[in-house]
């Protein structure tokens, strides 16, 4: 299509062919979304900006050509978020691929005038990689900034920075486009933060009880839902989540048959860790080591009825209903959410499609006091969505993860209708694992492990709950419910708890205890352990792996994979046997195996097959260490301690002998430590300043020679 080039106008064209519209107050507000969160902010700055009189022309990065040309544009707002190991989110990928381009000139983007807002979590290395690597590129083409770019982090709330960061956005848009600032609008300084008294909550103190609050705009009503008493609906049928696809899956969602689940650790240990064993045959499914899968779970249903019980739909839960949008309505682009089915039950939505344990979003809070008749309450909810009470939101909302049945549960005068919740709550996240296994010795089964997460009541939490996906396929094996009340006063424990069930058949014990999946004899006990033959869960392969070894198996690898992070590794090794006892006379590099826990009786996760690994020279030297067991004031205690005991031969494999280094695990902590350890180490034995460690750390990483797979 011919059309003016809209970088000399702010303009937008009517329809096909029609003269275009100029609009004035005209931006491009360009998301690339993996999990939805820059979607739903790139909405909320288009919302602002419509109450403040400007037109954001929002799409997704993926309508690059087809919708937008970011050569012709003049002023664009870009959301981006980071996933995987700094990879652009999937429906960006085009995009970015696009200003990689090497044809480019340097003044490609001269016309252009941009500002961006990069999602990421700190917990991770590369933190906001794809925004910070696209802002690099935007500037190398000659794209002039109007507005500072923000780095959001999801680890101590995306809102921290994102709220100031839109704030002053607004006002610097209007500047850039010549138009008059409203008496409201204008730059505040970003990023002011404010010591936090005490409250809880249900209370605020001083000052926030006495100030007077900014509160989000209430968005729009946009949804509507006609129960359909004479009609009726197979729920079974209906396809996972509207059969909307899955973000970074590889392949369909797929039912795969439970083999086994084998509790890995003591009974006294402090985090239970499950093996899980499905068989893949048929299901198309394939993987290499160090791949993971993602698992579909549901809401438990305790929660499910408990929700509806208090939403005063209980007797509503499976009667057919119909979702739609209400004519008129002011919201913009309303629609009902696709991974809603527009015809389904209320018991089908809130098990399968909403995430309803998530902290609510201040949308939600501000919709949330519409609903509310007690005058205490609705203050208390405005204050949590105001700019004002912002530490608050984070001290008793997001950090404690309360969700909207604690919120129900404290704020009883709120009664919202069931349309709220389906117009504000995110959809259900699947949850990957870190494949175990090797196909080549188990092409038709897998492993993942994990550790049972356990969220007790308190801190604003009005029940006992476990993780949502570990839960459900610990409860699979035992059949335990994973919620339990909390006792009146709102902090107890779930072992007091009244409606706790706790005796869950739990096979644990020696005869499970180390069981590893290396072993086929000790896989038919574990098959024995239990058998689940008819219990089968929907899961997919996962895209965008950066955790594959190297197929030249003369690489040295230096492995490090504390707790459950040992998973993919066990897959490594396991396939390195299989190629050594098919090929025994291809000679093998070394791998050294970094593995801690806290105590070596409790959880010392695949001790057998990992020494059986040691005796088939699989793995050259095992580095093993107990951060909790009585031992000498030298002994190691964690896998940082035995790198720095083994610097000099760790300095050697990588700078000498070409190793390739593998972390896997806790994002939090671990993969930070395990970092800064290697500088430490580079530091010592070669002494390298820490601008060199870096420098030859990020070629590392160039080179994936450095690979991390690491989660919170
Ligand atoms: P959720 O219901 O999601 O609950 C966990 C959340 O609850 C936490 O993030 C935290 O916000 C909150 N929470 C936890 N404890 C508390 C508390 N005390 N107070 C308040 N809030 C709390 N995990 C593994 O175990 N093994 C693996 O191999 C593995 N591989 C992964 C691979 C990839 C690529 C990724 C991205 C993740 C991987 N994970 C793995 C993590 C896994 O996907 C899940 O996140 C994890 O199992 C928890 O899921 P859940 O649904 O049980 O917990």
Not at 128 to 142: A, D, F, I, M, V
Not at 251 to 269: D, E, H, K, R
Not at 562 to 584: D, M, S
Not at 683 to 705: N, P, Q, V, W
Request: net charge negative.
């Amino acid at each position: 299509m011919n059309y003016p080039n809209e970088s000399f106008f702010h303009g937008q064209r009517s329809s096909e062919g029609a003269m275009p519209v100029i609009l004035n107050n005209r931006f491009l507000l360009l998301y690339g979304s993996q999990t939805g969160q820059a979607k739903a902010i790139a909405e909320d700055i288009a919302e602002k900006a419509e109450a403040k009189g400007l037109h954001a022309d929002i799409h997704c990065l993926s309508q690059t050509e087809k919708k937008f040309k970011i050569e012709r544009e003049s002023c664009v707002v870009l959301v981006i978020s980071t996933t995987g190991d700094g990879e652009p989110p999937d429906t960006a990928l085009k995009f970015v691929r696009h200003l990689k381009k090497k044809t480019l000139k340097s003044d490609y983007l001269s016309t252009l005038n941009y500002t961006l807002l990069g999602l990421g979590d700190s917990n991770y290395t590369n933190f906001c990689n794809c925004g910070k690597t696209l802002n690099q590129r935007l500037l190398e083409l000659s794209a002039k900034p109007f507005y500072p770019p923000g780095w959001a982090d999801d680890a101590v709330g995306l809102e921290v920075v994102a709220e100031p960061w839109i704030e002053n956005l607004i006002p610097a848009i209007t500047h850039f486009l010549k138009l008059p600032l409203d008496n409201n609008q204008s730059a505040r300084s970003i990023g002011c933060k404010k010591e936090r008294d005490t409250g809880s909550l249900m209370n605020s103190v001083p000052p926030l009880s006495e100030s007077s609050l900014t509160v989000p705009i209430l968005s729009p009503e946009y949804l509507k839902v006609d129960f359909l008493d004479t009609e009726t609906v197979n729920v079974d049928e209906l396809p996972l989540q509207n059969g909307c696809s899955f973000p970074s899956a590889a392949s369909p969602v797929v039912m795969a048959t439970v083999q086994s689940i084998c509790t890995l650790t003591a009974p006294s240990s402090v985090k239970k860790a499950l093996a899980v064993t499905i068989s893949i045959a048929g299901t198309g499914i394939t993987y290499q080591a160090g791949d993971a899968i993602s698992v579909v779970c549901p809401n438990p249903p305790e929660e499910v009825e408990a929700l509806l019980k208090r939403l005063g739909l209980q007797d509503k839960a499976d009667t057919p209903m119909q979702i739609s949008v209400i004519e008129g309505t002011k919201k913009k682009s309303a629609a009902v959410p696709k991974h809603v089915p527009p015809k389904c039950t209320l018991h089908h939505l809130f098990t399968t499609c909403l995430d309803f344990r998530e902290p609510p979003k201040k949308a939600l809070l501000r919709a949330l006091m519409e609903y509310t008749s007690d005058a205490s309450h609705q203050r208390r909810l405005q204050e949590l969505c105001s700019k004002q009470g912002a530490v608050d939101y984070t001290c008793f909302i997001r950090e404690p993860s309360v969700g909207v049945l604690d919120l129900l549960d404290c704020f009883t005068s709120c009664m919202p209708p069931v349309t709220c919740l389906i117009e504000h709550l995110s959809r259900l996240q699947p949850r990957p694992y870190s494949v175990c296994t090797s196909s080549r010795r188990y092409p038709d089964s897998l492993q993942f492990v994990f550790n049972v997460v356990e969220i007790p009541a308190g801190s604003g939490r009005s029940y006992h709950r476990k993780g949502l996906c570990t839960g459900w396929l610990e409860g699979l094996r035992s059949g335990v419910s994973a919620m339990s009340k909390a006792e009146d006063g709102g902090d107890n424990r779930s072992e007091d708890s009244k409606f706790s069930m706790t005796g869950d058949g739990d096979k644990t014990g020696s005869e499970a205890m180390n069981t590893g999946f290396g072993d086929s004899e000790q896989l038919s006990l574990q098959m024995q352990n239990l058998s689940l033959n008819n219990v089968k869960i929907p899961i997919f392969a996962r895209t965008n792996q950066n955790f594959h070894q190297p197929d030249d198996l003369t690489i040295p690898l230096i492995l490090i994979g504390p707790g459950t992070g040992v998973a993919p590794l066990i897959g490594f090794l396991q396939e390195r046997a299989e190629l050594k006892r098919k090929n025994p006379e291809v000679h093998h590099g070394e791998v050294w195996l970094f593995y801690g826990c806290r105590h070596r009786d409790r959880d010392y996760l695949f001790r057998d097959t990992l020494e059986a690994f040691v005796t088939s020279s699989v793995v050259t030297r095992l580095c093993v260490s107990f951060s909790r067991d009585d031992q000498p004031a030298d002994a190691p205690r964690y896998v940082q301690d035995n790198m720095r005991r083994h610097g000099g031969d760790l300095v050697t494999l990588i700078q000498d002998k070409g190793a390739c280094v593998y972390v896997c695990g806790d994002a939090r902590n671990m993969a930070k430590d395990v970092n800064e350890t290697f500088v430490d180490i580079f530091a010592e034995h070669k002494g390298l300043t820490k601008d060199d460690i870096s420098g030859l750390f990020m070629k590392l990483r160039l080179e994936k020679r450095y690979r991390e797979d690491v989660w919170t």
